[in-house]
């Protein structure tokens, strides 16, 4: 039973905080992104760690969740209202759209376009403090470039528009948080722009994310090597003595703990990835196959070095599977749920929530 002095103590108390406001971009509505944004948020237990605003088309996503037999859970309102979520989920829609979409999914100059819309309008509130973390559903770039972009994806635009140059590609799923020093680069023009900035980079960004997002206090990161044995003494190639390492001990002197080179092939063994909180990767394939091998329908698309929290799935458009409801939400759901968590994380708390990383015990 309540006493006088419990009942004024819970009225004089201050209101919980706000749950983060997340926007989620739908990506080309041609895609699977509409489906795996309704199956994801479809979950009463991912709704309830934040607030959210679908910036789409929302008679495609009324299609998704109609084959998907999902009543639909979100509020409709139109692209010029001012933006205002006290809870649950809203879908600004841009304007009309169409689930006819899905009838001949493809790259599209339409498709492209209205992407773009949806991604500018969730950057322009993410400028203005009006939400907390984007979220992305995959884009196709072939579209990007019928519609007249010049940005090969997300994070390159993302960047541009927030004025930042240095930023980081990560993946986190599997008890990995892996960070890429180079990306979308084929491997024969990698030589001729492997530096030492290239791979510094990423070890700052990862330190950065590790501490400030994840509260991991003294992140412990392994760098591989780039070459067969990691460079096997210069055997093999002479980038680990000539970049690799002057990089990693660059990192060393302030106050970053990078260990390696090690060689790629052996490295992500159970025992050995247990030791480090996250992983440095030379290139887009060395980092992602373990991680999509160890969790395919889960890993998440993490950058790093931006002002604003930006997640996305790790999957694209699959336009051969669009409007076929046959699209995995996991990864868009915990693409969502990262974005929540480290939105959510208060930065004076004690108790920071636990990272979804392989965290060292050293």
Known sequence: ???????????????????????????????????????????????????????????????????????????????????????????????????????????????????????????????????????????????????????????????????????????????????LASAHIGLMQLRNRFTLGMVYQPIEHLHEALKNWFGIEDPRLAVLGLNPHAGENGIFGDEEKRVIEPAMQMARNQGIRAEGPFPADSFFTPKMRSRFDGVVAMYHDQGLIPVKMLAFDQAVNLTLGLPVIRTSPDHGTAFDIAGTNRAHPGSMREAIRLACRIASRNPTSTAPPTPPVGTSTT
């Open 1 to 179: 039973m309540s006493t006088p002095e419990s009942n004024n103590a819970a009225i004089g108390a201050p209101p919980p905080p706000a749950k983060p406001l997340i926007a989620i971009s739908m990506g080309d509505p041609c895609g699977i992104g509409a489906e795996v944004i309704v199956k994801a948020l479809a979950d009463p237990e991912l709704r309830s760690l934040g607030r959210f605003v679908i910036f789409g088309f929302e008679d495609v996503l009324g299609a998704a969740a109609d084959a998907a037999g999902i009543n639909p859970f979100w509020f409709c309102v139109s692209g010029d209202k001012k933006l205002r979520i006290d809870s649950g989920v809203i879908c600004r829609s841009m304007e009309e759209g169409t689930a006819g979409y899905w009838i001949h999914p493809r790259p599209t100059e339409k498709g492209g376009r209205a992407s773009l819309s949806f991604f500018d309008q969730a950057i322009a509130c993410a400028k203005s403090g009006e939400v907390d973390a984007i979220v992305t559903a995959p884009i196709h770039k072939t579209s990007w470039k019928l519609a007249g972009c010049s940005f090969a994806g997300h994070t390159d635009k993302l960047a541009a528009d927030l004025g930042v140059k240095r930023y980081t590609m990560a993946f986190v799923g599997g008890g990995l948080s892996v960070a």
